[in-house]
């Protein structure tokens, strides 16, 4: 399959190990500010009546699948050649069906970002996803869970228990619990995804991938979001929303899967793991400096028992890699 599929297009961007490791890592960062300038973007539109934000978390996720898809799309055919999007019709069906995964866990993050900050919701989603991915397999294979998961598990749970107890920032006392639930429900949308995609990307190429899961995602949310509407834009500045969506779009999504691609094909999947890890530390400090959501001992604590949780899932999926 691998033969076939380098016939039919070009790999993106040839990377030494060095240059890719520099790449993984990058996209870690990026993929870090999502939270961050979508916590602007909710707070640009604020709700006239009370609280919160009126721009919809689901139609802002609609609109970020919208920009995503062709941008991906377009990066895709430029990055891979002429042979790009060119799989059977089972393949694109599949690609679009992931994409109502997609929109599930985009859509949780926002809520979770909503109603715990920034800082907690990208630990849960990131560094849970692994282990319970991990976990699901060695159950699944019956497989004996070795020192290494066991004690993956033992640090995500106690990382989570600290954070839903200890770790609120007092902006978010009233609804951290429900953020808490929104970033454990992220976390289940995104490990499903992980698992989906990896086996998609036997037929489609990571990037198509992207471009049809975006285009998919958007496809089903594009008829509530038009029900929701957007806010009212009377005397909003529009060109500062405008580029925070198009980062989104182009930045943290088009550019850093084609360099997270390239990185990996340059280094290996375990060093793409590893550069993940910088996302956390990215959205925290980046949640402190310019939302204002800066961490109690608590929350980073409990953060850095998710991350050591994530590194040990890491280490152990690459010594099976290794036998």
């Known amino acids: 399959m691998a033969a076939v599929r380098t016939a039919r297009i070009r790999e993106p961007l040839a990377l030494g190990p060095l240059a890719g490791l520099a790449a993984v890592i990058a996209t870690g960062i990026l993929w870090g500010t999502i939270g961050v300038v979508t916590g602007q973007l909710k707070a640009a539109f604020p709700n006239p009546s009370g609280p919160g934000s009126a721009l919809s978390s689901l139609v802002l996720v609609a609109i970020r699948l919208g920009i995503t898809a062709p941008a991906a799309a377009l990066t895709a055919r430029l990055l891979l050649g002429r042979g790009a999007f060119r799989i059977p019709l089972h393949g694109i069906a599949l690609g679009l069906g992931l994409g109502l995964v997609q929109a599930f866990f985009q859509y949780a993050y926002v809520e979770a970002v909503t109603n715990a900050g920034v800082g907690v919701a990208t630990a849960i989603e990131l560094c849970l996803a692994p282990v319970l991915v991990a976990t699901i397999g060695a159950v699944a294979l019956r497989e004996r869970p070795d020192r290494l998961i066991l004690g993956a598990i033992a640090c995500a749970a106690i990382g989570t228990v600290v954070l839903s107890l200890s770790g609120s920032d007092p902006k978010f006392a009233a609804t951290f619990q429900a953020g808490i639930l929104w970033s454990l429900a992220c976390m289940v949308g995104y490990a499903t995804y992980i698992v989906l995609a990896r086996r998609f990307t036997a037929q489609i190429h990571p990037l198509e991938l992207v471009a049809l899961a975006s285009a998919g995602g958007f496809a089903v949310l594009a008829l509530p979001a038009a029900s929701i509407g957007l806010p009212n834009l009377a005397g909003v500045d ?36 590893l550069g993940a890890l910088a996302m956390p530390p990215t959205a925290t400090i980046l949640a402190a400096l310019i939302l204002g959501q800066a961490p109690s001992i608590p929350a980073v604590i409990g953060q850095l ?15 099976r890699g290794a036998r």
Do not use: E, K, N
């Open 305 to 319: 028992l998710l991350m050591a949780a994530m590194a040990a899932t890491i280490v152990r999926t690459a010594r």
């Open 238 to 273: 529009l060109v500062v929303p405008a580029l925070q969506f198009a980062y989104l779009a182009l930045v943290a999504t088009c550019l850093a899967y084609a360099l997270f691609v390239s990185g990996v094909r340059a280094t290996s999947a375990t060093t793409g793991s």
